[in-house]
Nanobody, 118 residues
């Protein structure tokens, strides 16, 4: 069973910063695309950022403000969120994804709440 353990959410004022962390096992970390998604109330879950090897991708809404990174020694992926806006308020989920020989492997963390409010 793949486990993704998230931490780092909370309440922050507009313009502030937070860093989310997602820890998993070494086998998952090396062979999966790691990503962060978010889901705001009444909205669909959406991709925020992903990283595969040294290649990262971002949603247009967070480009220039968020940064995804990975620490291979700790099997942990991070999401540094700067210049936060109220519209960034959502539950953020860590994701591990792999497609291999016709089979998708898709795992989710439990989610961590991020609230941006004054």
């Amino acid at each position: 069973q793949v486990q993704l353990v998230e931490s780092g959410g909370g309440l922050v004022q507009p313009g502030g910063s937070l860093r989310l962390s997602c820890a998993t096992s070494g086998s998952v970390f090396r062979s999966y695309v790691m990503g962060w998604y978010r889901q705001a109330p009444g909205k669909q879950r959406e991709l925020v950022a992903s990283i595969a090897g040294r290649t990262s991708n971002y949603a247009d809404a967070v480009k220039g403000r968020f940064a995804i990174s990975r620490d291979n020694a700790k099997n942990t992926v991070y999401l540094q969120m700067n210049s936060l806006k109220p519209e960034d308020t959502a539950v953020y989920y860590c994701n591990a994804y792999k497609y291999l020989s016709g089979t998708e492997y898709n795992y989710w963390g439990q989610g961590t709440q991020v609230t941006v409010s004054s």
